[in-house]
T-cell receptor, first 113, second 112 residues
Framework: EAGVAQSPRYKIIEKRQSVAFWCNPI?????LYWYQQILGQGPKLLIQ????????DSQLPKDRFSAERLKGVDSTLKIQPAKLEDSAVYLC???????????FGPGTRLTVL | AQSVTQLDSHVSVSEGTPVLLRCNYS??????LFWYVQHPNKGLQLLLK??????LVKGINGFEAEFKKSETSFHLTKPSAHMSDAAEYFC??????????FGAGTTVTVRA
């Protein structure tokens, strides 16, 4: 069974630039999550999708972050414009329905200069 | 609200000796608890999970954890450390909607 795929694996941008991350969950998983993991901290949930609807985006900085999950499969997380404090690893995870264990992708490491 | 506190930010052990990673949790109801491991530049991997069945939970790679409600603890142990156990470990609590709250992590180093 293929795992959660994410791309790119690494991204370096200047502050105020835009960036997008892509996630392809495990086939058949209804729930998709995006997490932000700042160096030295545990992952923090940014947004949770159930199929293509948003379940929880209370921790998403909506003035600069956006996410979508078209057709209930792939998802894209965008940051526009990026700030220095956005430097982190962005993890995508998926889980089956009903949600139980979450399966994580390898993450995208973002560096904002 | 729910949260976890990992009591050690860094643990260093010699190869072949026991490993103990400590975790206390706070939850307003009977929680589900997990331990995840993260190797450098790799995704998070589930080691084990507690979901109100047996209080002693066995996981992969020889790890186990014991749920102690009276102490609100979920400590992770392994009898004999291996070099490949060097990684970051996260204790995680889940609410009724499977929203995960992560601890700050414990970095494990293994000395030869």
């Amino acid at each position: 069974e293929a795992g959660v795929a994410q791309s790119p694996r690494y991204k370096i941008i200047e502050k105020r630039q835009s960036v997008a991350f892509w996630c392809n969950p495990i086939s058949g998983h209804a729930t998709l999550y995006w997490y932000q993991q700042i160096l030295g901290q545990g992952p923090k949930l940014l947004i949770q999708f159930q199929n293509n609807g948003v379940v929880d985006d209370s921790q998403l900085p909506k003035d600069r972050f956006s996410a979508e999950r078209l057709k209930g499969v792939d998802s894209t997380l965008k940051i526009q414009p990026a700030k220095l404090e956005d430097s982190a690893v962005y993890l995508c995870a998926s889980s089956p329905q009903p949600p139980n264990e979450q399966f994580f992708g390898p993450g995208t490491r973002l560096t904002v200069l | 609200a729910q949260s976890v506190t990992q009591l050690d930010s860094h643990v260093s052990v010699s190869e072949g000796t026991p490993v103990l990673l400590r975790c206390n949790y706070s939850s307003s109801y009977s929680p589900s608890l997990f331990w995840y491991v993260q190797h450098p530049n790799k995704g998070l991997q589930l080691l084990l999970k507690y979901t109100s069945a047996a209080t002693l939970v066995k996981g992969i790679n020889g790890f186990e954890a014991e749920f102690k409600k009276s102490e609100t603890s979920f400590h992770l142990t392994k009898p004999s450390a291996h070099m490949s156990d060097a990684a970051e470990y996260f204790c995680v609590v889940s609410d009724a909607y499977y929203k995960l709250s992560f601890g700050a992590g414990t970095t494990v180093t293994v000395r030869a």
